[in-house]
């Protein structure tokens, strides 16, 4: 005897009890190799990762009326450059950004899956989930790699957005093991982030505007790229600019190419001006 299609033995049936808002933890129960932190830890040796492209490096800073996040475009692969176009800062979804520093292929898997679990909670429960649940949620995958980055498969986002509840912009950074921190004012992450994070400092005033604020993050790129490496600085000759987003209370939105082109080549013009050696 055939059972009815919505019976308690039904496809439909057994996707509704294992059914749950967090897309990552339905994951988990149904098929666990799917998860980034999941592939292949038990075929790398203890201690003996790969060598993979990297990405670096990552700033972010509040402004007035929102929150901006900026990357430079280069990928390292020790002391090869293995990529100058990749991009390193993704809307997670219409409020909110995602930047990624560390292994670019892991890294790249975790922003794809939250992604994917904040359109998942949005569609099962029919609202936004909050500014500090989307951090918490991120903050769960991030641990849950835990296992990969203890073999040198590390993976350190930047998370931004915009709170509607307390109508400002807000940053959070994280460790390996998943611990959540919200950030003041500013913050950057990744290789440059040391020399990113001393420009900010100088740069960053209370209440930028939009405008100014592109061009305190391009400037601090530039000066993370002057003495890092893995950081590229505005690549005038290939027309490669940096990837920043902003957030405010209209959403997220891309800085048009023609926008930071004639940002960057001003900063530019100004160093060359100056003329200074250091």
Request: no cysteine.
């Given at each position: 005897?055939?059972?009815?299609?919505?019976?308690?033995?039904?496809?439909?049936?057994?996707?509704?009890?294992?059914?749950?808002?967090?897309?990552?933890?339905?994951?988990?129960?149904?098929?666990?190799?799917?998860?980034?932190?999941?592939?292949?830890?038990?075929?790398?040796?203890?201690?003996?990762?790969?060598?993979?492209?990297?990405?670096?490096?990552?700033?972010?800073?509040?402004?007035?009326?929102?929150?901006?996040?900026?990357?430079?475009?280069?990928?390292?692969?020790?002391?090869?450059?293995?990529?100058?176009?990749?991009?390193?800062?993704?809307?997670?979804?219409?409020?909110?950004?995602?930047?990624?520093?560390?292994?670019?292929?892991?890294?790249?898997?975790?922003?794809?899956?939250?992604?994917?679990?904040?359109?998942?909670?949005?569609?099962?429960?029919?609202?936004?989930?909050?500014?500090?649940?989307?951090?918490?949620?991120?903050?769960?995958?991030?641990?849950?790699?835990?296992?990969?980055?203890?073999?040198?498969?590390?993976v350190i986002p930047l998370f931004?957005?915009?709170?509607?509840?307390?109508?400002?912009?807000?940053?959070?950074s994280y460790d390996v093991t998943?611990?959540?921190?919200?950030?003041?004012?500013?913050?950057?992450?990744?290789?440059?982030?040391?020399?990113?994070?001393?420009?900010?400092?100088?740069l960053w005033q209370p209440n930028?505007?939009?405008?100014?604020?592109?061009?305190?993050?391009?400037?601090?790129?530039?000066?993370?790229?002057?003495?890092?490496?893995?950081?590229?600085?505005?690549?005038?000759?290939?027309?490669?600019?940096?990837?920043?987003?902003?957030?405010?209370?209209?959403?997220?939105?891309?800085?048009?190419?023609?926008?930071?082109?004639?940002?960057?080549?001003?900063?530019?013009?100004?160093?060359?001006?100056?003329?200074?050696?250091?």
């Amino acid at each position: 005897m055939n059972m009815p299609a919505g019976g308690p033995g039904s496809v439909f049936a057994q996707i509704s009890h294992s059914a749950t808002a967090s897309f990552s933890e339905y994951l988990a129960r149904t098929a666990p190799d799917l998860l980034p932190g999941a592939r292949g830890v038990q075929q790398l040796p203890p201690g003996a990762a790969p060598m993979l492209p990297h990405a670096t490096t990552i700033v972010s800073m509040t402004f007035a009326g929102g929150v901006l996040m900026a990357g430079d475009r280069r990928a390292t692969m020790g002391n090869i450059i293995a990529s100058r176009h990749i991009e390193k800062v993704f809307p997670a979804d219409s409020y909110s950004v995602l930047g990624i520093a560390g292994t670019a292929g892991i890294a790249l898997d975790i922003t794809r899956l939250f992604q994917v679990e904040l359109e998942h909670y949005e569609k099962i429960e029919g609202t936004l989930l909050s500014l500090e649940g989307k951090a918490n949620r991120l903050g769960a995958m991030i641990r849950s790699n835990l296992p990969m980055a203890m073999q040198g498969l590390a993976v350190i986002p930047l998370f931004a957005g915009f709170d509607a509840e307390r109508r400002v912009g807000r940053l959070f950074s994280y460790d390996v093991t998943g611990g959540r921190y919200e950030e003041q004012e500013h913050h950057s992450v990744g290789s440059g982030s040391v020399f990113a994070r001393g420009s900010l400092k100088k740069l960053w005033q209370p209440n930028l505007d939009e405008d100014a604020a592109v061009r305190v993050a391009i400037e601090a790129l530039y000066d993370a790229a002057d003495d890092d490496s893995a950081t590229g600085g505005p690549d005038a000759v290939r027309q490669l600019w940096p990837v920043i987003f902003t957030v405010n209370a209209a959403g997220a939105r891309r800085i048009p190419e023609r926008e930071l082109a004639a940002t960057s080549e001003a900063v530019i013009a100004g160093r060359t001006v100056a003329g200074r050696e250091a």
